[in-house]
């Protein structure tokens, strides 16, 4: 395993051959290098599937002056689409050709040297594999690899017993019981070989496709069990909403399509025939299980260190005095709530704050200003628990001159399907200044792709004097140097939503143990308040 230097000097080295940067004798040096390092050989995978992603990121989006110029420097690294085709067969036929093994990730491994965890129960087939979904569930599976949290990425998977439930990166829910096996094929797709699964289709994750030997269903958002039977037929039954079903042929093409409603029951048999069904003869479905907030046991330590950390603000959200928050340190800074009367409930506070789905704003507010706030340093702390990996937005600092809350310097994001080149479910630590609308240049920093729905973690953003920094669970995960980004202004906090009036990137889950600190939190500092709480040991008299 590399060290993070080493690791990122192999980046550079990486970096330097696709620029067409190397002298001869270096070229035979990388060589040798990808012939006997299965290490750098995945990163070069890694890498050179990035190159892919950007170019078709900037052939399709239309996008605003700083992205036009990056398109400029990418054309002018002169990598042709055709020159990348052809690297990646290449590739992968000098990873068959060299390791034979790598249908299997080796245990322990770690995607760029980090510990967001990789299941090794699935058998991965594709060299250039992606991540599709991440476990959001496991009932009677005793296999730490199918744990809570877990990644997955493209290869197939098999379930003897119990229950599953994964989020595919688009959003989509699907859920499975044993036995089973199912082949993950992309943040988009899978393939049921057998068994049955239960698949729920948020809007944003319309267009998700469940393949299975005879049939296509194409989900056009909404919620539909499919099963798959060992003599060769495929049950479809529409819970709620339309799927537009598909016969495939053996030769992979479409042979007769049919659109389904609600409570409408067909089967794709081993001839490719459909017939209606009045019932399904497998026993039961796994439900789609709803979001839930387990509890964050926060002793009288963890407490205490915060406390003694000297923050300006601290809500801790016991209960809400009326429609504030308290700040535990001063009279000053206490939280606003902001919600309709006519959605009651999209905003709770009990222990922590619980923030829902809703169609009007609903949001923490923090009135008194920060003044000056970017003169100096300053850090955010908070425990979160998300709902799902939908892009939304955990905090935001917005001016004081900005009475809609549009222009912001900062955000903290959980960062899925974006624009912007990171692992899906990130966590993202935007900063700008001056505060701008919208898309204009800023500075982010990114976490691994570590984030997982119904799970509380710990997040650190620090904009030190020249550069900012995340942390996820006690541990830094990304720096970036920024420069000529102090000046002048006050600044409100916001938590919830973008800004005081979008609800497009609501955030839906609870938050915990908000602290903003007027400077650095340094890593020591940050690393313990999250052991405090991770580990039992140390997080006594637990409220």
Not at 54 to 74: C, T
Not at 111 to 138: E, G
Not at 298 to 315: E, F, H, K, Q, R
Not at 378 to 404: G, Q
Request: hydrophobic share 35%; with cysteine; aromatic share 8%.
């Amino acid at each position: 395993m590399f060290s993070e230097n080493q690791s990122q000097a192999d980046d550079r080295l990486i970096r330097r051959y696709i620029d067409e940067a190397f002298q001869p004798e270096e070229f035979e040096a990388f060589q040798e290098r990808l012939r006997h390092d299965a290490d750098f050989r995945r990163r070069y995978v890694e890498l050179i599937e990035l190159e892919t992603r950007l170019h078709e990121a900037f052939e399709v989006i239309q996008s605003p002056p700083v992205k036009r110029r990056q398109h400029a420097h990418f054309v002018a690294g002169r990598w042709s689409w055709g020159v990348l085709v052809g690297l990646s067969l290449c590739l992968t036929f000098m990873l068959l050709l060299f390791e034979p093994d790598v249908d299997k990730v080796p245990e322990n491994s770690e995607k760029h040297n980090q510990d967001a965890t990789r299941s090794n129960y699935v058998t991965y087939q594709n060299p250039l594999k992606t991540d599709c979904a991440v476990i959001v569930s496991s009932h009677g599976i005793d296999n730490p690899d199918l744990s809570v949290g877990n990644r997955l990425q493209s290869g197939l998977m098999t379930i003897t017993s119990g229950r599953i439930q994964l989020e595919f990166f688009c959003g989509a829910k699907v859920a499975l019981l044993g036995p089973c096996q199912i082949e993950l094929q992309s943040d988009r797709s899978a393939k049921l070989l057998k068994g049955c699964v239960t698949a729920y289709l948020p809007e944003r994750a319309a267009g998700f496709v469940i393949n299975s030997p005879q049939a296509t269903v194409l989900d056009l958002g909404t919620e539909f069990n499919m099963a798959v039977s060992e003599d060769g037929h495929s049950d479809i039954a529409v819970v709620n909403g339309l799927v537009d079903l598909s016969a495939i042929g053996e030769d992979g093409n479409t042979i007769r399509t049919r659109r389904l409603h609600q409570e409408q029951m067909v089967r794709v048999d081993n001839k490719r025939q459909m017939s209606e069904q009045t019932s399904i003869t497998t026993t039961e479905f796994p439900e789609i299980d709803l979001p839930s907030i387990p509890p964050l046991k926060v002793g009288d330590d963890y407490v205490a260190a915060v406390t003694n950390s000297l923050p300006d603000v601290y809500w801790r959200f016991e209960a809400s005095a009326g429609p504030s928050i308290k700040n535990e340190m001063s009279d000053r800074y206490h939280g606003r709530i902001v919600s309709s009367e006519h959605e009651p409930g999209v905003l709770t506070v009990s222990d922590y704050v619980r923030f829902s789905k809703s169609v009007l704003p609903r949001y923490i507010l923090c009135d008194d200003a920060i003044k000056n706030l970017n003169l100096g340093s300053f850090s955010v702390e908070m425990w979160i628990c998300p709902d799902d990996l939908a892009h939304s937005t955990c905090f935001s600092t917005i001016p004081t001159t900005s009475e809609d809350g549009r222009r912001m310097m900062n955000l903290i994001d959980v960062a899925t399907n974006t624009w912007m080149i990171h692992d899906p479910g990130s966590i993202r630590f935007l900063h700008r200044y001056p505060p701008h609308l919208e898309h204009p240049e800023g500075y982010n920093v990114f976490t691994r792709g570590v984030c997982a729905p119904s799970q509380w973690q710990h997040i650190v953003a620090v904009r030190s004097e020249d550069r900012i920094e995340i942390y996820h669970n006690g541990r830094k995960y990304g720096s970036v140097e920024i420069e000529n980004q102090s000046g002048e202004g006050d600044f409100r906090l916001l938590l919830g939503q973008l800004n005081l009036i979008w609800t497009h990137r609501q955030f839906n889950g609870a938050i915990d143990e908000f602290a903003f600190y007027t400077r650095s939190l340094n890593a020591e500092e940050i690393a313990n308040h999250y052991r405090l709480i991770s580990e039992p040991s140390l997080a006594l008299n637990s409220r």
